[in-house]
DNA sequence: TACCGGGCTGGAGTGGCTCCAAGTCAAGTC
DNA sequence: GACTTGACTTGGAGCCACTCCAGCCCGGTA
């Protein structure tokens, strides 16, 4: 598939994924006769994964290295449980800092109610 | 208290406590004599709360928008409520995000320990 | 033939910091 | 009284991860 079918299905804008591939994010993508992009299911899948550790704050870098074992094939498959078992991990900090923000919210609007109910 | 205690005491570094205030972020922040910055404990809780907004993914604009709705007085307050509960609901939506990539990675590491049993 | 949509490249622009050079001032040390 | 140290000041440069755009090519349709 070309470039505009894999961006909706991997939730990356083309113009993001161009830029990841320049960076060396996106291994082998094939080109066509016509010199376009194609993109194979396992491309995509992999655009996807890319997708969601970016969103969920993994760095550039880490993901970089993460695109270097995969390039490197199978056997570095342990290395690369690694690095999603961090981004778990990272997954439960920012979770911690949504519930202590929560708390913080819901402090503020309680003051908030507490002095709109004296202002009338 | 000065700079550096308001950025232990906020989270904020200096550098972004003074990007903050250049940006009118930060209403009235007083100066000493010396011509440093003095800041009050409202000052601090303020900053406090822009960290924990920025932090979870409030933009620069809407925290602008809140900042000019505090230092207009009490009479906003209303309107500052709608923005912190807004703000509940984006939490709400990164913590989906943040469950959906769990899953996403529970997915693959799962893969990958299948991959690993056969590898050996 | 003219146009349109989709893709290409290279490069500029953006948001939100982060770091740094060069300077001021206050307090402490010799 | 001179020197050093350290916290602070400003203005400006640099950085990350995009995002947008100009200017181009190409295949298909009216």
């Known amino acids: 598939?070309?470039?505009?079918?894999?961006?909706?299905?991997?939730?990356?804008?083309?113009?993001?994924?161009?830029y990841y591939e320049k960076s060396g994010l996106v291994p082998a993508v094939e080109r066509g006769p016509d010199g376009l992009r194609r993109f194979s299911p396992e491309n995509v899948e992999w655009l996807t994964l890319l997708y969601w550790l970016r969103k969920t704050g993994m760095p550039m870098q880490e993901m970089q290295r993460f695109a270097a074992l995969y390039r490197q094939g199978d056997t570095t498959i342990p290395e690369r449980r690694e690095v999603l078992l961090n981004h778990e991990k990272r997954l439960h900090r920012r979770r911690a800092d949504l519930d202590r923000c929560e708390e913080v919210l819901a402090y503020k609007i309680a003051a908030y109610e507490k002095i709109e109910g004296g202002l009338s």
């Open 1 to 18: 598939m070309r470039i505009s079918e894999a961006s909706t299905k991997s939730g990356l804008s083309a113009d993001t994924i161009r």
